[in-house]
């Protein structure tokens, strides 16, 4: 078993994210008209993503000017239903061109410079840490799904090996993990709701996580097992709402 699951507090929390996560995924809605509430979450992820991130909050799915907001929600949307198997595919075997894809999503109202969408910054430490990265994402650790989620995140806000739109990649590789592990295979939860309420602890503890002592790395899981575990909340409540 993974040593992070003797962490503080890791092993109860990530197995309420999946069992949270799993409850919504067996809400009769979710069991029969799963591709509509997953529009919906992808919606709610990209919005909650943007606004992590300074975006607008004040938007519409017709309106989309501001450049944050505008990235984040094209990367939601690109791995909602109509795109989560294409997606999961490409992000298992080849994580590297997964996390390009997003950055070009999410980066192209940000940079003036479209050579840089998509391509890490060139000193030698990110890509060998994304490299190490890669490895675990395709199967490099015993981690259960909720914890390995939250190390991809922490890691990519860490290391930020993009010149701009850093969370909101590190935010839809956390979703993919979640997706290609089968904890979340739908995408329906929506974690990003509880990070930007959150989003004080948010950052001081991702922060903390990129000094990587053992106490601060426990501390970061937990935090995004609990907005998991709110997050399949989030997917429950949409599911009812469907059913109305």
Not at 147 to 157: M, R, T
Not at 210 to 230: H, K, R
Request: hydrophobic letters at 45%; one cysteine or more; charged letters at 25%.
């Amino acid at each position: 078993m993974s040593p992070l699951l003797d962490l503080p507090g890791v092993r109860e929390a990530s197995d309420r994210a999946r069992d949270a996560v799993s409850a919504a995924h067996r809400h009769p809605i979710n069991l029969r008209q799963w591709d509509k509430t997953s529009r919906e979450a992808s919606w709610r992820a990209g919005r909650s993503s943007a606004a992590i991130d300074g975006g607008t909050t004040d938007i519409s799915r017709s309106d989309l000017g501001d450049p944050i907001a505008a990235g984040a929600v094209r990367v939601a949307q690109s791995l909602d239903s109509d795109a989560i198997d294409q997606a999961v595919a490409v992000f298992r075997r080849a994580p590297a061109q997964s996390l390009a894809r997003l950055h070009t999503l999410a980066a192209a109202d940000l940079l003036d410079d479209p050579e840089l969408l998509g391509r890490p910054r060139p000193e030698p430490h990110i890509a060998q840490r994304l490299d190490l990265l890669g490895q675990l994402i395709t199967g490099g650790t015993s981690a259960p799904a909720p914890v390995l989620a939250a190390v991809v995140h922490g890691e990519l806000l860490a290391l930020a090996p993009f010149t701009e739109a850093n969370g909101v990649v590190a935010r839809a590789a956390s979703r993919l993990v979640s997706a290609m592990t089968g904890l979340d295979p739908h995408l329906l939860g929506v974690p990003e709701v509880t990070w930007l309420k959150r989003l004080g602890e948010y950052r001081e503890l991702s922060a903390r996580f990129a000094t990587g002592d053992p106490e601060a790395i426990g501390a970061w899981i937990v935090l995004c097992c609990e907005a998991m575990e709110a997050g399949g909340a989030e997917a429950t409540a949409i599911a009812d709402a469907a059913r109305g």
